[in-house]
């Protein structure tokens, strides 16, 4: 079975702070894909990023930036200079990649406010 | 616009009924996928067609049903309709291959009273 744990559930900070969201996973399977999204207040869920089990290579998107380490089954995110628009619920999901069907574990979520 | 439609976008109804929320996936897409995302269980997988063909389940009800049609788009039905019942339902598209991210339609609101 496969397990997603948010710790933090509501991170309030001012504009152009950065923001550290956590998540840590855990499951038995030994390749497996890790996914961020966010839900903005209007309610529909947008994909942000994919990462492969085995690829623990820092990945950065503009503000957006992803640390994965294995080591500690963990796939952390930053928003770099948060802005009001960042405000939303991101969730962290993972998705085992030899199980059959494609099901997504999220975790609980994490509510950012950004005010400005 | 993730290219995911689902409809209704709000339903209201009462306990006991029975409704079908529809989903078209993006074009191309094979898979579609019905989530649940309610205060109490967060977002929770229910039920994945791909090409017609159901590829694995969740937790979904025994009152709850779902199929893809041969134009891929798939409908979720549910019946006997409890207030608990009530959340937000979301469709997702995947083109089937293992390493597709799912795209997430924008929610179907059921409120059950």
């Known amino acids: 079975a496969q397990k997603v744990t948010q710790a933090q559930t509501e991170i309030s900070v001012v504009e152009k702070e950065d923001v550290t969201l956590d998540c840590v996973y855990e499951?038995?399977?030994?390749?497996?894909?890790l996914f961020w999204y966010k839900q903005p207040p209007s309610g529909e869920l947008v994909f942000l990023i994919r990462?492969?089990?085995?690829?623990?290579q820092n990945e950065i998107s503009g503000r957006y930036s992803w640390n994965f380490q294995k080591s500690t089954s963990s796939f952390n995110f930053t928003i770099t200079a948060s802005q009001v628009v960042d405000s939303a619920v991101y969730f962290c999901?993972?998705?085992?990649?030899?199980?059959?069907?494609?099901?997504?574990?999220f975790g609980g979520g994490t509510r950012v406010l950004v005010k400005p | 616009d993730s290219g995911v439609t689902q409809t209704p976008k709000h339903l209201i109804t009462a306990t006991g009924q029975r409704v079908t929320l529809r989903c078209s996936p993006r074009?191309?897409?094979?898979?579609v996928y019905w989530y649940q995302q309610s205060l109490d269980q967060g977002l929770q997988f229910l039920i994945q067609?791909?090409?017609?063909?159901?590829?694995a389940k969740g937790n979904i009800l025994e009152r709850f049903s779902a199929q893809q049609f041969p134009d891929l788009h798939s409908e979720l039905n549910l019946s006997s309709l409890e207030l608990g019942d009530s959340a937000l339902y979301f469709c997702?598209?995947?083109?089937?291959?293992?390493?597709?991210?799912?795209?997430f339609g924008p929610g179907t609101r059921l409120t059950v009273t």
């Open positions: 499951t038995r399977d030994t390749t497996y894909y």
């Open positions: 067609y791909y090409n017609g063909e159901e590829r």
């Open positions: 074009s191309g897409d094979l898979s």
């Open positions: 990462r492969n089990s085995f690829d623990e």
């Open positions: 999901a993972l998705r085992p990649i030899k199980a059959a069907g494609n099901k997504l574990t």
């Open positions: 997702a598209s995947s083109g089937g291959g293992g390493g597709d991210e799912q795209y």
